[in-house]
């Protein structure tokens, strides 16, 4: 592999970080509780967009400025889920689709109505200059970004595994009936897990602030690709759903440098059509089992 | 204990329990009997805050609870081992008893619960890190029974425990509802398993179509010619 090579595979590992950080926001809200999220797009603008606020107008640090947007994406995932959703959980799919949509061009319009539909970006002190490791270089960003992703999974592989709330979350998602019948408040649960799958988005969101240009509708770019990694990594996998990114990354980054930028796409729903075919429930699902 | 005035519940437009009065008074197993389909599923559901009540009235200690959510009435200490389960398939079994203490009751006494349920049944401890999806379905039932023990219940309701269950693993089960009753813990017990269940109770009632048909001291009811024709079988 040439040095361009290397560093373009390098540089897809990093970008598939953020991918999978906003693919396990994803992996909680449709894998673990059911609900088909179309609004998880415009959810990460939104934390794009706290970050960039707050470091254009406040000249506040973007990964200071991250607490802040992990805060509003709770109260916006834990309310979404706690009222709207809450009332159609058991409506069809598409009742679910229509109802996240909506909350998408809300979400959308209000981010419109204040930042305008311009191109904006958020220029970050020291981080003009790419740092440098042997004749590799990196964008510092992704570099701060690729371990802040680390951090955040780590916590939330805690939060999930080692502490009451996500016992209660994990058990609700198994079987409601036998965790109402164990006390389990199931609809606050559920409201919970909804705002730590939109906090990990607004993360994988604001890490993007200082590495991209950003506009209101740029969500939507994600949209997609992030249900492309949850499915691929199997419905509710977490670990799944990061490999699956970042596999997703480097897959656009070497493509984009071998085939040519254009090809990207092509080549991810390409492979992602390809594992289908040949595993349906995805490269790490656990097959067909239902859990009730 | 447990106090029930004609209670009616629906699932939907269906009335399915058409006034039912019952009582479990403390200390006591009582055993609700009935075929399949007569109702008793979704009068236990509605016991514990998962069913339409559409009429009457529970009390339990006292506190009424006919509209109480399920985790008051779990917090009152009215616990519920449901038909067919309901365990949280991929979690571990230690797991499952954890989550069975919940409330701030339960979490003070797990320890002490936790101990109790390895002693009634050794054989989940050495289950502990398996997933409870794997087990088969009487190492489940003891699982779903074991979870019930953690939530500390003051009466423990159990829906029909011996269902798809081998004879040698239904008379297991019955014999921890005796013990779980010798430490304190009043019962009631919904059973096809008729035979079986009006050795181990004090009283009974049968339903039939959401209605009481018949109730009676346990021996009054093995001795009921009408119910040993359509229910024992001789």
């Known amino acids: 592999m040439s040095l361009q ?35 998880h797009g415009a959810m990460m603008t939104v934390g794009m967009y706290v970050v960039f606020a707050l ?3 406040l000249g506040l640090n973007p990964y200071l400025a991250l607490p802040f947007a992990m805060v509003l994406m709770f109260l916006i995932g834990f309310l979404i889920q706690r009222f709207p959703i809450h009332y159609i959980e058991h409506a069809p799919t598409h009742n679910q689709l229509l109802l996240t949509l909506g909350m998408a061009y809300i979400l959308e319009n209000v981010l419109l109505v204040i930042f305008t539909p311009n191109y904006q970006t958020l220029t970050v002190k020291g981080f003009e200059k790419a740092w440098r490791i042997g004749s590799l270089t990196f964008a510092p960003a992704k570099l701060i970004a690729f371990g802040v992703v680390i951090i955040v999974t780590g916590c939330v592989y805690y939060l999930l595994y080692m502490t009451n709330t996500g016992k209660s979350i994990r058990a609700s998602a198994q079987n409601e009936t036998g965790a109402k019948l164990m006390g389990i408040n199931v609809r606050n649960i559920r409201a919970i ?6 906090v990990c988005t607004g993360i994988a969101g604001g890490l993007l602030t200082p590495i991209m240009s950003i506009y209101p509708t740029l969500g939507e ?24 990114g970042l596999i997703i990354g480097v897959v656009e980054s070497l493509s984009g440098y071998y085939l040519g930028g254009s090809w990207s796409e092509m080549v991810i729903y390409g492979i992602f059509i390809l594992i289908l075919f040949l595993r349906p429930t995805g490269l790490f699902g656990r097959g067909n089992r239902r859990e009730n | ?28 197993i009582v055993s609700l009997m009935g075929a399949n389909g007569v109702g008793k599923t979704t009068f236990m559901r509605a016991l514990s805050g998962l069913g339409h009540i559409t009429g009457g009235t529970v009390e339990f200690e006292g506190q009424d609870i006919t509209h109480a959510t399920s985790q008051e009435i779990v917090e009152a200490g009215l616990i519920q081992v449901p038909e067919g389960r309901q365990l949280f398939s991929l979690m571990s079994v230690k797991e499952n008893l954890e989550i069975g203490a919940h409330t701030k009751r339960a979490k003070a006494r797990m320890k002490e619960n936790l101990e109790y349920v390895y002693t009634l049944f050794p054989e989940l401890k050495e289950m502990n890190s398996q997933a409870a999806g794997n087990l088969s379905g009487g190492q489940q039932q003891m699982v779903a029974v074991g979870r019930g023990l953690m939530a500390d219940p003051k009466l423990l309701i159990l829906d029909q425990p011996s269902i798809g269950l081998s004879p040698i693993m239904t008379q297991k089960v019955l014999k921890a509802v005796i013990d779980i009753h010798i430490r304190g813990v009043s019962v009631l017990i919904a059973e096809q398993n008729i035979h079986d269940v009006l050795k181990i109770a004090h009283r009974a009632y049968v339903l039939e179509q959401g209605l009481i048909r018949a109730s009676g001291t346990a021996q009054e009811m093995a001795e009921n010619a009408e119910i040993k024709a359509m229910y024992l079988g001789h």
């Open chain 1, 221 to 244: 770019t994600f949209q997609l690709k992030c249900f492309v990694i949850t499915v691929l990594g199997g419905m509710g996998n977490l670990w799944g759903a990061l490999v699956s």
């Open chain 1, 55 to 57: 470091g254009n107008d």
């Open chain 1, 193 to 198: 897990a909804f705002g730590i799958g939109a």
């Open chain 1, 5 to 39: 090579g290397l560093q373009s595979l390098l540089d897809g590992i990093l970008m598939g970080g953020v991918y999978a950080l906003a693919a396990l926001g994803l992996s909680l809200i449709f894998g673990v509780l059911k609900i088909t999220n179309f609004a």
């Open chain 2, 1 to 28: 204990m447990l106090t029930i005035t004609d209670l009616h519940v629906g699932i939907g437009n269906l009335k399915i329990i058409q006034g039912i009065s019952l009582e479990v008074r403390r200390g006591e």
